[in-house]
């Protein structure tokens, strides 16, 4: 289990998971004579973003690196997660991976079982009717034999066929935005690029990012800032193209509520439901999105705080 932050305010530093690691999810650094007790009071209250100064002032440098790209959002409680999954929900296969020693379809069993439960327990927080026993037993049974069913079949190759991008139509905007990822510094960067029917640039950005989760953090940062320009635009019908399958899933389902990034996704689906009529989430193959990704290696080399714009770049088409 891990703690998601949002606003910090139920989450004990020392005692508390909510450091985002495999090996401790509590902080290395010991707490010696320190007064500070709760996760909220390294926000800072101005900005909403991390007291970076304080941070590095309590906590060791393999602490702070990870605790500065932890997304924090004060409208957000703090919420508990599964820690081996991606979107933070108890899964099959993070499960699965725990135990060896037990037999596969057992495992699969247990597990599914685990998952349902998992599922009916945050239906029932909901409001909704509590489903009984037997029934239960019996979506887990079926839905365990659906998985063995699924893991004894060979995949199906198919062939790749070069694509190009697609201009939208007349009266849509589309944003195209990539996140550049470093893992062995946990940095890199974000790149959007905004275009019309014509293939003619309206706006494009660009920005580093020192503090990253993971790839996903940086794809969802290039989408986040994407959107903002937009809806600072006054555009009202976009489409939202990126080349992670993750970051599109991410915005058309709830299901990554619970992830590391959680947080951002909140915020641009926030963003979205503000500023536009008519939003569209596709996905792209990486050819069709080069321009974004060569914006977002431009973000890789930007001085930290400073973003990069361009207006009617013509250049970049």
């Not at 685990?114 to 945050?122: A, C, H, K």
């Not at 887990?140 to 190759?157: C, M, N, W, Y």
Request: contains cysteine; proline residues 5%.
């Amino acid at each position: 289990m891990i703690w998601r932050i949002g606003n910090g305010r139920s989450v004990r530093i020392w005692r508390d998971p909510w450091i985002p690691r495999e090996w401790s999810r509590r902080p290395e650094t010991p707490k010696g004579n320190n007064l500070i007790s709760k996760v909220d009071v390294l926000i800072d209250p101005t900005t909403g973003e991390w007291d970076r100064q304080l941070v590095h002032q309590t906590f060791w440098p393999q602490d702070a690196s990870i605790i500065l790209a932890i997304p924090v959002h004060a409208d957000l409680e703090d919420v508990p997660a599964w820690h081996y999954d991606a979107r933070g929900l108890f899964s099959v296969r993070s499960a699965y991976k725990k135990d060896p020693r037990i037999g596969r379809n057992t495992k699969v069993q247990v597990v599914t079982l685990l998952w349902n439960w998992w599922l009916e327990r945050n239906r029932v927080r909901e409001g909704e009717r509590r489903m009984e026993p037997v029934h239960l037993a019996c979506i887990a049974r079926k839905t365990s034999d659906e998985f063995l069913a699924i893991g004894s079949q060979r995949p199906v190759s198919a062939a790749r066929r070069m694509r190009r991008w697609v201009r939208p139509t007349e009266d849509v905007l589309k944003i195209n935005s990539d996140g550049a990822y470093r893992s062995e510094t946990s940095t890199g960067g974000w790149g959007f690029v905004i275009r019309d029917c014509d293939g003619q640039v309206i706006k494009a950005g660009a920005g580093q990012c020192p503090h990253l989760l993971e790839a996903l953090h940086a794809e969802l940062l290039a989408c986040l800032a994407g959107v903002r320009a937009a809806g600072e635009l006054g555009m009202s019908k976009v489409i939202i193209e990126t080349d992670s399958m993750l970051a599109r899933l991410a915005l058309e389902s709830n299901s990554f509520a619970l992830a590391l990034t959680g947080g951002v996704v909140y915020e641009i689906k926030s963003l979205m439901n503000l500023f536009f009529t008519s939003v569209v989430v596709s996905f792209c193959p990486r050819e069709c999105n080069k321009v974004a990704h060569a914006v977002a290696a431009l973000g890789c080399k930007c001085p930290q705080d400073i973003v990069l714009s361009w207006d009617v770049v013509a250049y970049l088409i």
